[in-house]
């Protein structure tokens, strides 16, 4: 208990108000037995990630990680950071909702590259981490080549190896991007739930690969959504100031 008060002491009262939709939601979601494919199965999935959305629309104008003129006639945010953060946001849900539909997942799958892209120009723009320079550059290039020898030998064919190989490459680039600039702003909470994100998106995708190539892990369902949540959450709070940093 005295962990999660300790964690829960970096947020204000602002922002635990506004989290609470996201909180409500996943929760419910992760607890409560559906049917994966249905309409409802796929409204309740999406409603976290809806719920981020208006979180960081909020942020814009609540508690803006820059100081910034808002403009109060655009749902928007003025900075590029959380404009990116946005746009990956509203494509997850569209995401989320097509790798519930038959022969769509590929579609999703392609989607999601996108996404990890945007999360990647986010922390380009903002000035984070620019560049190529990084200690952690070789950490996740050999990350990267290990995560795809192990993920494709649960494929026969080379169409899906590709994929792997493709797929796998935004994903850790973010990875990358969030890790290298943990490491230029150690000290700041924001930038430390960008890095959380990412790599809980690492795992997350790892362990949603495995369970659709039929790769036996112990309630792996309840894990990857848990971790995916974990993810978007942690990018959605990048966009807050946090008072109370490290």
Avoid at 76 to 83: K, L
Avoid at 182 to 193: G, L, T, Y
Wanted: glycine share 8%; hydrophobic share 50%.
């Amino acid at each position: 208990m005295e962990a999660v008060k300790m964690a829960l002491s970096i947020f204000d009262r602002n922002q635990k108000i506004r989290l609470l939709p996201f909180v409500v939601t996943a929760t419910f979601f992760l607890i409560q037995p559906y049917e994966p494919g249905t309409f409802l199965g796929t409204t309740f999935k999406v409603l976290p990630v809806l719920s981020l959305i208006g979180y960081v629309i909020v942020t814009r104008s609540q508690f803006p990680r820059k100081t910034k003129s808002i403009n109060i006639h655009s749902l928007t945010p003025e900075d590029p950071y959380s404009f990116c953060i946005l746009v990956g946001l509203c494509m997850s849900l569209v995401g989320d909702i097509l790798v519930t539909i038959p022969y769509m997942m590929f579609l999703g799958g392609f989607l999601y590259m996108v996404i990890y892209l945007c999360y990647f120009i986010a922390i380009e723009v903002d000035g984070r981490h620019k560049g190529c320079r990084s200690s952690v550059t070789w950490l996740f290039g050999l990350l990267y080549i290990n995560t795809f020898l192990c993920l494709q030998g649960t494929a026969d064919e080379f169409g899906m190896k590709l994929f792997f190989l493709i797929y796998l490459a935004p994903l850790f680039l973010a990875g990358w991007k969030a890790a290298s600039a943990m490491e230029e702003n150690p000290r700041d909470m924001s930038v430390f739930m960008g890095c959380l994100g990412a790599s809980l998106f690492i795992l997350s995708d790892c362990l949603v690969i495995s369970h659709h190539m039929e790769y036996p892990i112990p309630f792996a369902e309840f894990f990857y959504m848990l971790f995916y949540y974990g993810a978007q959450c942690g990018w959605a709070l990048s966009t807050s100031h946090f008072s109370k940093g490290a």
